[in-house]
């Protein structure tokens, strides 16, 4: 006949091995890429509304605008004419 001692150590000894399992923790390399991804897009749409903000400042407040390199934006008026040369940012 088997005594509670024996029973105890029989748990604990199932408690100990399968807490010995998860020991390692869970894979949280996804949810890292995940947010690796989320704050890069954050840090494009950041920089993105920088170079707006500057291109709006140099056309006027009311002009609508185009980027035509990565330092170069056409300005155009609120009818759509363009409003001049090509401006460098």
């Given at each position: 006949?088997?005594?509670?001692?024996?029973?105890?150590?029989?748990?604990?000894?199932?408690?100990?091995?399968?807490?010995?399992?998860?020991?390692?923790?869970?894979?949280?390399?996804?949810?890292?890429?995940?947010?690796?991804?989320?704050?890069?897009?954050?840090?494009?749409?950041?920089?993105?509304?920088?170079?707006?903000?500057?291109?709006?400042?140099?056309?006027?407040?009311?002009?609508?605008?185009e980027w035509v390199s990565d330092t170069?934006?056409?300005?155009?008026?609120?009818?759509?004419?363009?409003?001049?040369?090509?401006?460098?940012?």
């Open positions: 006949m088997t005594s509670p001692t024996d029973w105890s150590l029989a748990l604990l000894l199932a408690l100990v091995l399968g807490a010995a399992h998860h020991l390692d923790g869970p894979d949280y390399s996804a949810d890292w890429a995940e947010a690796q991804a989320i704050e890069a897009r954050q840090q494009e749409a950041a920089a993105s509304a920088r170079r707006d903000f500057s291109a709006q400042q140099a056309c006027g407040p009311n002009a609508a605008f170069s934006i056409q300005c155009f008026t609120k009818r759509g004419a363009k409003t001049g040369k090509v401006a460098q940012l």
